[in-house]
């Protein structure tokens, strides 16, 4: 955390705060939630680009105990942070790279018979793992009749077979009728292998009828995230972006702006520039369509955004002056109507969330 001792005029970039106090009470809403199930963390992508060395032991402290990342690698920066906590992988098993899960104590979720044979051959009933049954993805995990034909199969406890989990295909669009047939084909699949644990539920997953079971596995909603789209979202903000503004310049009209000319002027108007840009983690694809707030006045993006900096048409807002903040992500301005506005899911606003910030970890 090099960036928590420099502030202000020092750092003319983008500056990233994390309200560990939020993420913490999301996470206790979730569990509140999950009615019963246990509710573990995803804090895969670096936890949603907040930082997992932060945000980790922060879910630890709030009472989860169960942790899931994507990779090996990241399942090592999981361990450094919570060295007491059970942590899944949730990619599988690379070949070869069993002994560095067992050393480190991570859990594989197996996602093929494959990675079960190998798994079960390495661990021999020493070392924990998941299983993960495909439902309707097609992307990881044993089909639906593979999972039915393990009942008695030794490879089970001889890989540690705790847990069987699936995944959602559209758990945030409630009315898809995927929902019901994988809830049922799970269902199916947890009475053949009735002694192991059960999880199915990402974060929209939990606000689903009948997707509990044993342990619910939320990310983004505890990043502040809307698990439910369409309805109030439920989860306190947790990431708030703002940068400074450079400097504030006129324009007149017939003049363009920024890169290729993209944006002309169709009057006087007052431009700022803000520092920061795509390499930050703002896409470049919200050129011309996203807002930032100055002085809580929606400023438009101007033309394209560069590498490091955008243009923000600040005619209608007396607070921008050089030196002052925009705020990217905050103040209602969530990550969802982000993402919408970049023509991706907020999702990709916080993983992408770059690593030139400086980052501040309030609450
Ligand atoms: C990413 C992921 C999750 C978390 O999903 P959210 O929608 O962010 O809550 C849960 N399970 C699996 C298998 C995942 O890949």
Redesign the pocket.
Known sequence: MAGSQRSGSEVHGGRLTVDLCALAANWRRLADAARGAECGA?I?ADA?GTGIGRAGPALRAAGCRTF?V?HLSEGLSARAALPQARIYV?NGLPPGSAPAFAEADLRP?LGSLDELSDWAAFSQGRHAAAL?VDTGMNR?GLSVPEALALTGDSRLDGAGIDLV?S?FVS??QAADPVNARQIADFARVREALPTLKGSLA????IFLDGAGHDLV??????FG?N?TPGTENPMRPVVRLEATIVQVRQVEKGMSVGYNGRWTAPGPRRLATLSLGYADGLPRALSGRGHALVGGVPCPILGLVSMDLIILDVTDAPAARRGASAVLIGDGLDVDAVGRAAGTIG?EILTGLGSRYVRDYGG
């Open positions: 995803v895969k949603y899931f994507a949730l979720v993960h990881l989990m995944h758990a945030e990402n974060s929209s997953g596995r939320p990310g983004y909603a505890l995230g698990p999702y």
